[in-house]
């Protein structure tokens, strides 16, 4: 049973759109949900990241929307570029600091 | 942002060799993972380090494992035997205190 999911394995949008990842967990310890952004032949790296005591987090065109009761959070990528273009994994821990459980991750396509 | 480096980025090795991977961590951080990735699924988690011991691993990290950081200098996973199950693109993060974890580029070990 993944404890992390993504329920879109891929998407694309077009450059100015707005993308929606989803994302829902199982563990109701998890209470750090950081999303991770990669490229080809890069490891991950942080993009923006959200703790259960909070419903929204925004950064520039980044957003995560969280809804605890519902176990579900979404990354909004706003006005889409074509250098957004990337795999992003939603992954979540017990506390900051503890192991990371990933999500499957959501190949982004923005066309131009 | 903060940099971690691994080296070497790729390996191939027979089967039942030994493969040391080096990890040079971002140069205050604390706390040391290793993750596992095998192609085209999720990452997992492998194993944590703290102030010279283990703190969590999972069940991927098995006995032919081990980790340690000699010296302060690189964070290594050494996988003596290896298997063929073991070629994957291994992940290492760190992290200053229970906080945001940094990930590597990774290194992709084939198993032959």
């Known amino acids: 049973q993944q404890q992390v999911r993504q329920s879109s394995q891929s998407l694309t949008v077009w450059e100015g759109e707005t993308a929606i990842l989803n994302c829902s967990y199982e563990?109701?310890?998890?209470?750090?949900f950081p999303w991770y952004q990669q490229f080809p032949g890069e490891g991950p790296a942080l993009l923006i990241a959200?703790?259960?005591?909070?419903d929204k987090k925004e950064d520039g065109r980044f957003t995560i929307f969280f809804n605890k009761r519902e176990k579900n959070l979404s990354l909004h990528i706003k006005d889409s570029q074509p250098g957004d273009s990337a795999t992003y994994f939603c992954?979540?821990?017990?506390?900051?600091?503890?192991?990371?459980?990933f999500g499957g991750g959501t190949r982004l396509t923005v066309r131009p | 942002g903060p940099k971690v480096l691994q080296i070497p980025s790729h390996q191939i090795i027979d089967m039942g060799q030994m493969v040391t991977l080096n990890c040079d961590p971002v140069?205050?951080?604390?706390?040391f993972y290793w993750y596992k990735q095998i192609l085209g699924q999720q990452m997992e988690f492998l194993v944590n380090?703290?102030?010279?011991?283990?703190?969590?691993k999972s069940k991927l990290f098995k006995d032919q494992f081990s980790v340690e950081r000699p010296d302060g200098s690189y964070f290594t996973l050494k996988i003596q035997p290896t298997a063929l199950e073991d070629s994957a693109v291994y992940f290492c993060?760190?992290?200053?205190?229970?906080?945001?974890?940094?990930f590597g580029p990774g290194t992709r070990l084939l198993v032959l």
């Open positions: 563990n109701s310890a998890f209470d750090y």
């Open positions: 140069s205050n951080h604390l706390y």
């Open positions: 993060a760190s992290s200053l205190l229970k906080d945001t974890q940094y």
């Open positions: 992954a979540a821990s017990a506390n900051a600091g503890a192991k990371l459980t």
């Open positions: 380090f703290y102030n010279g011991k283990v703190m969590e």
């Open positions: 959200i703790r259960s005591v909070s």
